[in-house]
């Protein structure tokens, strides 16, 4: 075999392995690229090798890859000529310089073409040209050093981050619930916000409240939901942006619900309140919505994926859909909730510590600030208090997290609307409080009230709620409906 012969079959494999990485990392998007290279290259076992390291690539793991290239393949094909490209390929890898090789294909490949009379290339020149045309984004997949930021200055760009942080930094979302948005409890552009609780806390509701302030706000927001359908979350939303009733009747539906009284940074009483809006299927909901959204910059997009169907390779496709369609990246990307994406059962724990590592340095990348939550093991279900020790699965999930907030529930608090959210670890701010809210769902209500409990589940605060359950737990539950038409809310 001729030494050009060799350059091409060199820099073909790297084509195919470029096409497998991308495969992985895009959910299959490569499939038709690698099908045609198949046939061109019909040796099953290096073709079916070459998508094992494209899997690695995925994972982003660069001197493991350059192992696996040096102990499964370079030396099984070390007798043959494509021994010495793989052996380019490994010392490619282990100085991160793979990029050089895949941008110069295109014109090689031309050359070859010409000069050579290779036949057959059209379609791998096809997929070089991609390569070509998005020369950055590969640049970025590969980790390319050489034009990377070389970090921010302590002085000017520090003075300048302060500077905004006085104005109103852009990189912090409020939550909606004030005691923790005070505290500086809140989420931020390339932050972990995590939300832990037994089932049925109300997770998925608090995920709600913090797109919703989010969009208030005028930012971006991609709502991921991996458990409830789509039209259930953006019912929500609805409700919570507008304070609807969610549910139909004539006039306007009025419920009660508690109201949060702090006295001197102590928690002082429970009072009930009354509460007003008009139901959600009607015109009055109708003209609200349009209003409210014609005046914000800000919003959702709800998309819904099957249950441990959307592993990070799809979610990496569908933000780039996303960016291109939006002109950039959401500046919130809730997953409701993470625990439910696609997973190796065989090594669950890993895969799912994995996970979230890939979805924090997503969020690093684009600027985001990720939200999601996950669920408490059993003895959190069980506990007067939900803390970060009775995380489910894997320890990882509060190790990862830059704040990391509990919600507990119990039975005179659920039957009267009222939630304990106990902060368990932020970076940013002190941690070890909690917070009580009241809430009203079917209203859209995540938090009417709140107030700074002095202890986890204070004596005091318990002798209320109980006080309040056995008084007026049977009126809670009771909607009914006016004619009055009023603003809204009393």
Same mark, same amino acid.
């Given at each position: 075999m001729s030494d050009t012969s060799l350059e091409l079959e060199r820099r073909i494999r790297t084509l195919f392995l470029w096409c497998c990485w991308e495969d992985a990392r895009t959910g299959g998007r490569?499939? %038709?690229?690698?099908? +045609?290279?198949?046939?061109?290259?019909?040796?099953? &076992?290096? !073709? &079916? &090798?070459m998508i094992a390291v494209g899997r690695y690539l995925a994972a982003g793991s660069w001197h493991d890859i350059a192992d696996h290239v040096d102990e499964r393949l370079k030396r099984r094909y070390g007798d043959l000529p494509l021994g010495s490209a793989l052996a380019e390929l490994e010392r490619c890898l282990r100085t991160r310089q793979c990029v050089e090789s895949i941008v110069s294909l295109r014109n090689t490949l031309i050359d070859f073409d010409v000069r050579q009379g290779v036949h057959d290339i059209g379609k791998v020149k096809d997929v070089a040209g991609r390569i070509v045309a998005h020369t950055d984004r590969i640049k970025e997949l590969s980790v390319d050093y050489g034009d990377a930021d070389l970090g921010s200055e302590v002085g000017a760009d520090g003075v300048?981050?302060? $500077?905004?942080?006085?104005?109103?930094?852009?990189?912090?979302?409020? /939550?909606?619930?004030?005691?923790?948005?005070?505290? %500086?409890v809140k989420p931020r552009r390339g932050a972990l916000f995590m939300v832990m609780g037994p089932s049925n806390a109300g997770k998925s509701w608090f995920l709600v409240n913090i797109g919703s302030q989010a969009l208030r706000d005028g930012k971006r927001v991609l709502h991921v939901t991996l458990e409830m359908s789509s039209s259930e979350v953006r019912m929500r939303y609805l409700c919570n942006l507008g304070g609807f009733y969610m549910g139909r009747g004539e006039g306007r539906a009025v419920g009660k619900l508690p109201v949060v009284v702090e006295q001197n940074r102590m928690f002082g009483a429970l009072d009930i309140g009354r509460i007003e809006a008009p139901p959600f299927y009607t015109q009055e909901a109708v003209r609200s919505l349009r209003e409210l959204f014609d005046g914000t910059s800000g919003s959702v997009l709800v998309k819904e994926f099957p249950t441990r169907q959307m592993d990070h390779g799809m979610l990496v496709a569908y933000l780039e859909k996303y960016a291109r369609s939006k002109g950039g990246y959401p500046d919130m990307l809730i997953i409701d909730y993470f625990d439910l994406m696609k997973m190796d059962l065989s090594n669950f724990r890993l895969s799912l510590d994995n996970a979230l590592k890939e979805l924090r340095g997503l969020a690093v990348d684009h600027g985001m600030a990720l939200v999601t939550a996950t669920q *408490? %093991?059993? +003895?959190?279900?069980? @506990?007067? @208090?939900? $803390?970060?020790? #009775?995380?489910?699965?894997?320890?990882?999930? #509060?190790?990862? *997290?830059?704040?990391?907030? /509990?919600? !507990? =529930? %119990? @039975?005179? $608090? =659920?039957?009267?609307?009222?939630?304990?959210l106990y902060v368990d670890k932020s970076r940013y701010s002190r941690a070890g409080f909690t917070v009580v809210?009241?809430?009203?769902? $079917?209203?859209?209500?995540?938090?009417? @009230?709140?107030?700074?409990?002095?202890?986890?589940?204070?004596?005091q605060y318990k002798v209320a709620v109980e006080s309040f359950a056995s008084e007026y737990a049977a009126d809670m539950d009771a909607i009914v409906f006016t004619s009055h038409r009023g603003d809204g809310r009393s």
């Open positions: 490569y499939r %038709n690229q690698i099908a +045609a290279l198949r046939k061109r290259w019909p040796v099953r &076992d290096l !073709t &079916d &090798d300048e981050e302060l $500077e905004r942080s006085i104005e109103g930094d852009a990189d912090w979302f409020r /939550t909606g619930v004030s005691c923790l948005d005070e505290r %500086n *408490s %093991n059993r +003895a959190g279900v069980m @506990s007067e @208090s939900v $803390e970060g020790f #009775h995380v489910a699965e894997n320890w990882g999930k #509060h190790a990862d *997290s830059d704040v990391f907030v /509990t919600m !507990t =529930k %119990n @039975s005179s $608090e =659920k039957a009267v609307g009222l939630c304990r809210v009241a809430q009203k769902f $079917e209203f859209g209500i995540f938090c009417g @009230s709140c107030a700074v409990l002095p202890d986890r589940l204070p004596a």
